[in-house]
């Protein structure tokens, strides 16, 4: 599979952004997938995780309440809704994705074998 992030920009604290991962394959709804994110100088982290088919989702702790994921399988696609965004959010933003079926969401970096290029998300104060 294939993923395309997209949608990341330059916004104010205090506003939204959506993000975007678009997959190729037909078999995208069988994947777990989840957004990380790394500022420079500091290692991935976890933002959020969707199971395959919906069902459950993890967040950060740093992102819990702020932060949406949800994914509509008719079009490939897993969205991130980002509200109140903090300049601390300011970061590159990578989709990624493992063919998982279990009904937990994988937060290491490491469990997943398939990323998008990253889209950079700027949050001025």
């Known amino acids: 599979v294939q993923l395309q992030a997209s949608g990341g920009g330059l916004v104010q604290a205090g506003g939204s952004l959506r993000l975007s991962c678009a997959a190729s394959?037909?078999?995208?709804?069988?994947?777990?997938v989840a957004w990380f994110r790394q500022d420079s100088g500091k290692e991935r982290e976890f933002v959020a995780g969707i199971t395959w088919n919906g069902g459950s989702t993890n967040y950060a702790d740093s992102t819990k309440g702020r932060f949406t994921i949800s994914r509509d399988n008719a079009k490939n696609t897993v969205y991130l809704q980002m509200n109140s965004l903090k300049p601390e959010d300011t970061a590159v933003y990578y989709c990624?994705?493992?063919?998982?079926?279990?009904?937990?969401?994988?937060?290491?970096?490491?469990?997943?074998?398939?990323w998008g290029q990253g889209t950079l998300v700027t949050v001025s104060s």
């Open positions: 394959g037909r078999t995208f709804s069988s994947y777990a």
């Open positions: 990624a994705a493992v063919l998982y079926y279990a009904t937990i969401v994988l937060t290491h970096p490491t469990s997943y074998n398939y």
